[in-house]
């Protein structure tokens, strides 16, 4: 096959069909508020550690429901559980308990 | 005094509905706690989506209430039923006897104070969506210069659980585009951000409206709720959001700031509701037990609703619903002959 010059970088899209969402539904069964999130963004940015690390709420519940544990572990390790997230969420997701519940489950997956 | 129809509420709803019940032959009597016809229409400027003058449409809405008898700054003291009939007394000292009632009584704004964080009552350039028309009307802003930079929160106090009201109130997001062109007609040197959730452009006309402020007047959607505003040392505003299409935190200083406040039921008919027994549902607007087929009925035999009373809607489909309402109160009026 010819050349082009050009090569496939893995990992950069999501592929639903092969998505693991087996912890994202532990999850649901301990915090079923994880579901209620709109993604308007309140918790990023009231965030006292969002400016600083790459910590938003918002975006790990995605990543999470979408298969992407280990990026979705990432961007919560700034967390300081505060709970200033929990205060402004207009849903009034319980956030300081599903950061504890991802923990408790993500920490042993991923290590 | 005897009628067919008692309405309760001079807004759009009541004032179409009492043409309406009047065409159909009907005797109505309509009441309304102010001292003006009219409602909330009395105090918007221009309407969304082709901006026709409000008072324009509330002139032509309270030239034609047919021979219905209209009783201004009147509220309802007591209600009881009788054979069927309500006893409605007034507080002006009159009693109505009607064979049906129709609600007309509307919505309230939300209270933006009860959001603390966003600073209305506590910074002078923090204001709501009513308190701009109040200025357009003026055609003036008072005590400030000239706004360099102009922003709206969306949904301020609707999708809002910790404010008690879960639900979209459907009507801002166009007001905040129609608001946001006006002011910009207005001060044209002006930068203006809209913070929103969703924009919900679902109505004929809207889209385009929402593309001409993109492209005709350069406004500018930001994708993120915006979370505190504080005040720094020359007055100006500090607003932090998250623009979650790009995933990072924003802070910007503005000059003026627009909080669009959402509908929510009027607590002020809380004592009608109660004498009635008039059955609520879960987000406090008047529930409808036959919401797809007679939108006009309640949970009382001879009660009838028409407008926003029983949730948000636009001015034409609260014209629709009166015309609706009236028709269903006519079917029920002869069915009782």
């Known amino acids: 096959m010819a050349d082009f010059g050009y090569g496939l970088t893995p990992g950069k899209g999501i592929n639903l069909d092969d998505c693991n969402s087996d912890l994202f539904q532990k999850i649901v069964e301990r915090s079923p508020d994880i579901l209620k999130c709109i993604a308007c963004g309140s918790c990023t940015s009231t965030c006292s550690g969002s400016i600083f690390s790459r910590v938003s709420f918002r975006r790990s519940i995605l990543l999470l429901e979408r298969g992407e544990n280990r990026e979705a572990l990432n961007t919560l390790k700034g967390c300081m559980l505060c709970g200033k997230c929990f205060i402004i969420c207009p849903r009034g997701i319980n956030t300081r308990d599903i950061i504890l519940t991802v923990n408790q489950y993500y920490k042993k997956e991923l290590l | ?337």
């Open chain 2, 1 to 337: 005094m005897i009628a067919d129809v008692l309405i309760i509420g001079g807004g759009p709803a009541g004032l179409e509905s009492a043409a309406c019940i009047s065409e159909f032959g009907h005797k109505a009597v309509l009441i309304e706690r102010e001292s003006q016809l009219g409602g909330h229409l009395l105090k918007w400027d221009r309407l969304f989506p082709d901006s026709i003058p409000s008072s324009q449409f509330c002139e032509r809405l309270t030239g034609n209430t047919g021979n219905s008898k209209v009783i201004t700054n009147s509220n309802i003291l007591s209600i009881k039923r009788d054979n069927g009939r309500f006893i409605s007394k007034l507080t002006t000292g009159e009693s109505v006897e009607s064979k049906t009632l129709l609600m007309t009584t509307g919505f309230a704004l939300f209270a933006a104070e009860k959001k603390q964080e966003y600073g209305y009552n506590l910074y002078n350039r923090v204001i709501t969506n009513s308190d701009l028309e109040d200025i357009f009307k003026k055609g003036t802003v008072t005590g400030t210069e000239k706004p360099a930079k102009i922003g709206f929160v969306h949904c301020v106090g609707s999708r809002d659980e910790k404010a008690c009201n879960r639900n979209c109130s459907k009507v801002c997001c166009v007001t905040a585009v129609k608001q946001a062109i006006e002011l910009k007609e207005m001060f044209p040197e002006s930068e203006i951000f809209c913070f929103y959730m969703d924009l919900r452009m679902f109505g004929r006309g809207y889209e385009d409206l929402y593309l001409e402020a993109q492209t005709k007047y350069g406004i500018r959607f930001i994708r993120g709720r915006v979370s505190e505003v504080s005040e720094d040392i020359n007055g100006n505003l500090i607003i932090k959001a998250e623009d979650t299409l790009i995933s990072k935190p924003v802070r910007i200083t503005l000059n003026l700031l627009v909080l669009m406040t959402g509908i929510i039921p009027d607590q002020d008919n809380s004592n009608l509701i109660q004498q009635l027994g008039v059955k609520l549902a879960d987000d406090g607007f008047v529930y409808s037990p036959d919401p797809l087929y007679g939108s006009g009925k309640t949970n009382i035999d001879g009660l009838f609703v028409a407008g926003s009373v029983t949730g948000p809607k636009t001015l034409p489909e609260v014209i629709n619903e009166a015309r609706s309402t009236s028709l269903e109160i006519h079917n029920y009026l002869i069915s009782k002959d």
